[in-house]
């Protein structure tokens, strides 16, 4: 409609113009002046085009993201799969939201069509994917809560990230959960009684009855009930394991990031590569990139 104005009002023009300059020729000399001013005014219409287009690209990529939830694997609270995820209770406080673990209530019942999983260092951006989600509009309470849970196991994304930014000195990009395998993320995996809130489908799931203690990413423990959310054990729950292939009948050493962990005797305290943030937004494809800082709200 805007363009269609802006039309009418410069065509307007040109018919003043070339009629003030039919006094000075005849016909033909009128038919040449509006065919000059069209066509400035085409060249005038494309660049404006052009303007509008970048304009509308650019409130497409405006929106907000919101910090649902931080995990750091050293600060002495064991975020596994059964603590905060289902309940969506607060945890931890907005001050040291982004170096301590941490869950806000408010923004794990918010809609959302887009998840962000960051690692940070103090808050500064390493590496960043940016998911869209199958299901529009769902919070992570909904994702998280008991009835996703039983039978659990759903590849939440499709195609992939549709952001993926790493700094270009990001250590640790080798065996990290999250950026170092591809495909998409996959929330609440169940299997036998073990479970893992969020790993990515280019790592290793585990069958459904398969106990190998095998699938790797955040939010994890190796005796529970994964279906309706018990701890069977204070043994094995951790914040953060590795990319590995350690099933439990070979391999006794599960490497983990941090000490935030249970004391399960596979268990084993590894370095911590940051701090993982979880954030969500109804209305952005784009995330800020790598050496950004990050706060609890982030207007694009």
Known sequence: MMRFLIFVTSLVGVLYAAKSKKSKGGTKQL??????????????????????????????????????????????????????????????????????????????????????????????????????????????????????????????????????????????????????????LAFNWAYSNNGCRIALTGGHLSGAGVNDDNTHGLGNDFTINPLTNTILSKDWPHDISNIQDCPVQTCKDVRLQGTDHGAGPHLKSGPVYGNYAIYVSFDSEKFPLPGDKLSLKIDM
């Open 31 to 184: 038919l040449q002046a509006i065919k000059d001013e069209l066509s400035e005014l085409k060249e005038g219409q494309e660049v404006l085009g052009e303007k509008i287009e970048s304009l509308e690209k650019n409130l497409e990529k405006a929106g907000t993201w919101r910090l649902g939830m931080n995990i750091n694997p050293a600060d002495g609270h064991i975020f596994g799969y059964t603590v905060g995820w289902a309940t969506g209770i607060d945890i931890g406080s907005d001050d040291e939201a982004l170096t301590k673990d941490y869950l806000s209530a408010n923004v794990w019942v918010t809609p959302a069509n887009y998840i962000a999983i960051v690692r940070h260092q103090r808050g500064v951006v390493d590496a960043v994917k940016v998911f869209k989600f199958k299901v529009p509009g769902e919070s992570l309470s909904t994702r998280f809560g008991l009835k996703n849970m039983n039978p659990g196991r759903q590849i939440v994304t499709q195609g992939g990230p549709i952001q993926e930014s790493n700094a270009d000195d990001a250590d640790n990009l080798g065996d990290d959960p999250i950026f170092s395998v591809g495909g998409d």
